[in-house]
């Protein structure tokens, strides 16, 4: 109906003001049918265009034609096409590329993880801008104004979990997108400075993740000086910054300069057809893009369902500098760093050679500087340059670089490796390994712990003990001789009691000989309970220790999970 | 999948976003909307006690580190040290009006505990003057611990008990002299000395110095009693240490400790020192001061 023509006669300047003189001159003619019919049409025509308008407008210049072909799925009407020229006029569409290589679209290819970080991040920057509003940063005031957010501002805890959830997403996409991008050998020339930049966000991602971790001034703000105000400025200001800036560089030369790398077995492909067809370009509008929203949209609905249903951001005791707690709160995400200063692995290895072969390189690995400094910067070092010593690793065996797995055996298994030590260490550095605390402690630890422990894996609720999960409510006041309950129940309590007692019966050989324990429950304020562990035994000689107490508090309305 | 169907999908999905939030704004404003029952908790009030609770739960454990030496495990006062703090005058604001106080109860014990008592206001019943106890007056609790040890305080309300001791006795004329002097100069041995007298004079002890058993006995009553101030290593820099003014004595000293004779050591342990964070033990008895006395001087080797 409303053809090319008449089309490009409203661009070239009929406006509606003058559509709608028209109309009213038309008015004159409604004595006949004639002119009825012509008013009618003349009326469509104009509301048309007005719509018309309007849309081109919101949509950088698509028609009410083209939109519903696009939707449709139709080829584009209007020549040349507007669906190309809004991914390079308008400002914020010219980000995105106008086509693709279609092999590099298969979501089984890139699992989309690129794009998942990006999300992410940008839920950081909106949900952490919101909480700008109320977080006050300042050693005094962090943490009751973080339980301000959470119990006294509409939408506030959804806001605090979404925060919380979607960064603990953010370093597992993160480090899976590296993960990837190294096994399909995508960081290779032309792409090495781009796996440089990748790198340099990690490094970004990490620093941000950990520097959240200690704003809310939980236990776990103990690693830091007091000076809360420069870690919020990292936090909020300088690493995000950074972070857009290299952003921007990675996305530019993923999206425009080299593009997504192709499949290597496509892309090294003998056969000249299967290497054309995963060349060939498919358009980013519509189908790529709807793909994109629909993901949008799958993932802000799972992202907003967990922080309504599912999972609560872990909120651990304030602070207190005279008082760290066993085991010190670290994020899952750091658990290596502290797995190598435990390490139960090389140094048992040097100080073997130091005692059998005279060699001392112990003194120097086992400081806080080497393991805690210097070797991850190592390990920094060796991710940026990667790219860089493989091409020179094929340069020396002469060969052309390939990223067919089959041609880089030796990459692939040092990733593997790599993967592997870091989930040795992750698991070397929860509190768990090696258990080096006396029995009597570690048992009141599993049971009453100082505080809520962050669980070792990313998103599990925190473990603030059995006793506090059953609560004020189901611990009747009382002393319990534990000995009395060494039999399993149904009932929770008793059988907590049970478990604290085979606990101790199982230390027995582990220093608890003749271990008795009891628990005290006492009334101790309105709503208050204090709960006492005491375990004593036998010591092995006179004067050592044959009795240890832990005492946590009870309140009725502080529901712990 | 084609375009239709995504964005059909999409729209979907994007409906459910907005039901959940829907389900987190009845949840958080339900009253406020007039959509819940007024008697109702809602979620984000329930969210609120539990962070109070847990408020409490924080400052019953900082009370039982510092504060349960002098004002008793469930402030019930230790008698010649320092008063009950359960008691009904703080609360019905009898307490608070004998001192001029004209703010709040919660800020009239928050004075108390972060800027402590400059003079003692009744130095005739208790030994001990209320140390500074805010992190900006030189004390070891950050504002935030302050609050929740008053959130700890205030929750005796209920529980308060009606005791007389110092509503009815008139306050003192001040008299000039030792003790009531705030931070009189009163470091050293020899000054602290000054007092021994029967039956302290020439006092021995019943145990050995070099029992075991006695040492692991005092080292179980010091842990207890004096680590809050003298440290767990003794060397007098316990968390309430950088509160008090003098500081406590560094008991690993072995020229402090060769300077103090056993017998005046013992009378400084059960009779306090006047105008300093240091209280009279001698209610635990004489058995428990002379295995703590043994245990501290194990530290510089002393007998």
């Known amino acids: 109906m409303f053809q090319r023509e008449e089309r490009r006669r409203s661009h070239a300047g009929e406006r509606l003001p003058v559509g709608i003189k028209n109309l009213l001159s038309a008015f004159g003619d409604l004595r006949t049918a004639d002119g009825r019919t012509r008013v009618a049409h003349q009326t469509r025509e104009t509301v048309w265009r007005a719509a018309d308008e309007a849309i081109r407008a919101l949509s950088a210049g698509y028609g009410i034609a083209d939109v519903r072909a696009l939707l449709r799925g139709d080829p584009p009407i209007e020549k040349p096409t507007l669906r190309e020229q809004v991914l390079s006029r308008a400002f914020w569409t010219h980000f995105r590329p106008r086509t693709y290589a279609q092999s590099a679209t298969k979501f089984s290819h890139t699992l989309a993880l690129g794009f998942f970080s990006v999300f992410f991040a940008f839920v950081q920057i909106i949900t952490g801008t919101l909480m700008m509003f109320f977080y006050e940063p300042s050693p005094e005031r962090a943490y009751q104004s973080t339980s301000k957010i959470i119990g006294q501002v509409p939408f506030g805890q959804l806001i605090f979990d979404a925060h919380y959830i979607s960064a603990n997403l953010l370093v597992l996409v993160v480090g899976l997108h590296l993960a990837r991008v190294y096994l399909t050998g995508a960081f290779k020339s032309p792409r090495r400075l781009t796996w440089v930049i990748g790198i340099l966000l990690l490094i970004l991602t990490l620093g941000s993740a950990f520097t959240g971790s200690v704003l809310p001034m939980e236990q776990s703000a103990i690693w830091l000086p007091p000076d809360l105000l420069r870690v919020y400025l990292l936090h909020t200001g300088i690493l995000p910054g950074l972070g857009l800036i290299l952003v921007a560089a990675h996305y530019f030369r993923v999206s425009r300069l080299h593009g997504i790398s192709l499949p290597a077995g496509e892309e090294e492909s003998p056969d000249e057809i299967v290497r054309a067809r995963a060349r060939e370009r498919v358009n980013y509008l519509p189908d790529l893009w709807a793909r994109e929203l629909l993901w949008i949209a799958i993932a802000l609905f799972v992202l907003v369902a967990l922080a309504t249903f599912a999972i609560h951001a872990p909120r651990a005791s304030p602070a207190d500098l005279s008082h760290t707690p066993s085991p010190a709160a670290i994020p899952w995400f750091l658990l290596w760093l502290r797995g190598m200063l435990k390490d139960p692995i090389v140094l048992p290895m040097l100080l073997w050679l130091r005692d059998v072969v005279g060699i001392d390189l112990a003194q120097f690995y086992d400081s806080r500087a080497w393991q805690g400094v210097i070797l991850p910067v190592l390990f920094a070092l060796l991710l940026l340059g990667a790219p860089y010593l493989d091409a020179g690793w094929d340069k020396f065996w002469g060969r052309s670089s390939s990223r067919l797995g089959r041609n880089r055996k030796l990459g692939i298994a040092l990733g593997v490796f790599a993967l592997l030590w870091v989930v040795v260490f992750t698991y070397i550095g929860t509190p768990n390994f090696p258990a080096s605390s006396p029995p009597a402690v570690a048992i009141s630890q599993e049971f009453l712990p100082d505080d809520c422990a962050p669980a070792p894996l990313p998103l599990l609720p925190a473990d603030c003990g059995e006793v506090r999960r059953i609560g004020y409510a189901g611990l009747p006041v009382g002393t319990y001789d534990l000995g009395q309950f060494a039999a399993p129940s149904a009932e929770r309590f008793p059988n907590l009691l049970s478990k604290i007692q085979v606990r101790i019966r199982q230390a027995a050989a582990a220093g608890l000989a003749d271990g008795r324990g009891f628990l005290i429950v006492e009334d101790w304020q309105t709503n208050l309970k204090k709960t006492t562990l005491r375990i004593t035994w036998t010591p092995r000689a006179p004067g050592e220790p044959d009795a240890f107490e832990k005492t946590i508090y009870l309140h009725k309305d502080s529901a712990y999970e | 999948m084609s375009t239709q169907r995504r964005i059909l999908v999409g729209l979907i999905f994007t409906l459910l976003t907005c039901l959940t939030l829907a389900v987190v704004a009845l949840n958080d404003l339900g009253r406020d909307l007039n959509l819940a029952p007024p008697d109702e908790r809602t979620a984000m009030e329930l969210r609120a ?76 019943l208790y030994s001990a003057r209320m140390p500074t106890w805010g992190s900006e007056f030189g004390g070891p609790l950050r504002a935030d611990h302050v609050s929740a040890l008053i959130a700890f305080v205030l929750n005796w309300q209920d529980q308060a008990r009606e005791i007389n001791a110092w509503t009815l006795a008139p306050l003192p004329a001040r008299t000039p002299g030792a003790g009531t002097t705030p931070g009189a100069p009163l470091t050293g041995p020899a000054r602290v000395c000054q007092g021994l007298a029967a039956p302290y004079a020439g006092k021995k002890s019943p145990f050995k110095f070099d029992d075991k058993t006695i040492l692991a006995q005092g080292k179980q009553i010091y842990d207890d009693k004096c680590t809050a101030c003298h440290g767990a290593a003794g060397k007098g820099d316990g968390p309430a240490a950088a509160a008090l003014n003098p500081k406590p004595a560094n008991l690993t000293d072995k020229n402090l400790m060769q300077s103090l004779p056993v017998d005046c050591q013992f009378f400084v342990i059960a009779e306090g020192v006047k105008g300093t964070g240091m209280p009279p033990w001698k209610a635990l008895g004489d058995d428990a001061l002379w295995k703590v006395l043994i245990y501290t001087r194990s530290w510089s080797g002393v007998p």
């Open chain 2, 49 to 124: 006690r539990a962070l109070e609770g847990r408020t409490i739960e924080t400052g019953a454990d900082l009370y039982s580190r510092y504060c349960s030496n002098c004002h008793g495990r469930r402030g019930e006062g230790v008698a010649p040290v320092a008063p009950a703090l359960n008691r009904k005058d703080l609360f019905d604001g009898r307490r608070a009006n004998q001192v001029r106080w004209t703010g709040s109860l919660e800020s009239f014990l928050k004075s108390a505990i972060v800027a402590g008592r400059p003079i003692q206001s009744r130095p005739d």
